[in-house]
């Protein structure tokens, strides 16, 4: 079936160093992946997306690498701050026309002072 | 402000007692959904809406219904409640679906009793 999952479950990494957080999908048919982040209490809030016909995007501080080869998706953070403490969820809209998008189990990333 | 608003965010309750728990957007979004979150398991659909009184079943809809009467709101309803359907529920809302991002309600805690 269809699953979009995390290699790590919690990612620790001081303070200023960068951050790679992992995510392996299975349908090879999805076209529009998406990052969340997500902190304790809220709702997961959207870091940056990116669609099928490209393999890098950037944002403020942020990167999405697509290898569709493999099937793999990562967000790259760099000079982490605490502010970047939560659990980050990658997320793949399946294939077009199925109106569902499918979640990761989510990654914690820790900061360390 | 753009948002995604759900009440109650917390309710505690006994098994068997019919609750709705309510979402509203006021971005005039196409696209509504909901999910609950487990431990362990991420995010998972439970119905959708495509556009009013559209609607179509997620990954987990046993147990739960929805309605889309109007475009902004998009209501749960636990018909009758059982301790299974113990979690945290986020309702989510997009302009469209697979080509942008969702934007997340802060989330309902129900605990069935």
């Known amino acids: 079936g269809e699953s979009v999952g995390l290699h790590l479950p919690t990612l620790s990494v001081q303070e200023g160093d960068n951050s790679i957080i992992n995510c392996a999908y299975s349908?090879?048919?999805?076209?529009?992946f998406i990052w969340y982040k997500q902190e304790s209490g809220k709702g997961p809030q959207f870091i940056i997306d990116?669609?099928?016909?490209?393999d890098k995007r950037q944002g403020q501080r942020v990167t999405v690498l697509l290898n569709k080869t493999v099937k793999h998706l990562s967000l790259q953070i760099a000079a982490t701050q605490p502010g970047d403490s939560a659990v980050y969820f990658c997320?793949?809209?399946?294939?077009?026309?199925?109106?569902?998008?499918?979640f990761g189990t989510g990654t914690r990333l820790k900061v360390l002072a | 402000e753009a948002q995604v608003t759900q009440n109650p965010r917390y309710l505690i309750t006994v098994t068997g007692k019919k609750l709705t728990v309510t979402c509203s957007q006021n971005?005039?979004?196409?696209?509504m959904s909901w999910y609950r979150q487990d431990p362990g398991l991420g995010l998972r659909q439970i119905y959708y809406?495509?556009?009013?009184?559209?609607?179509d079943k997620g990954d987990v809809p046993e147990g739960y219904k929805v309605s889309r009467k109007e475009k902004r709101n998009f209501p749960l309803i636990l018909e009758s409640p059982s301790p299974n359907q113990t979690s945290l529920y986020f309702c989510?809302?997009?302009?469209?679906?697979?080509?942008?991002?969702?934007?997340f309600g802060d989330g309902t805690r129900l605990s069935i009793l």
């Open positions: 997320a793949e809209n399946g294939a077009s026309g199925t109106y569902k998008y499918i």
């Open positions: 349908n090879s048919a999805s076209d529009y």
């Open positions: 971005m005039n979004h196409e696209y």
């Open positions: 989510a809302s997009s302009l469209v679906q697979g080509a942008e991002p969702q934007h």
């Open positions: 809406s495509m556009n009013v009184e559209v609607t």
């Open positions: 990116i669609r099928s016909n490209m």
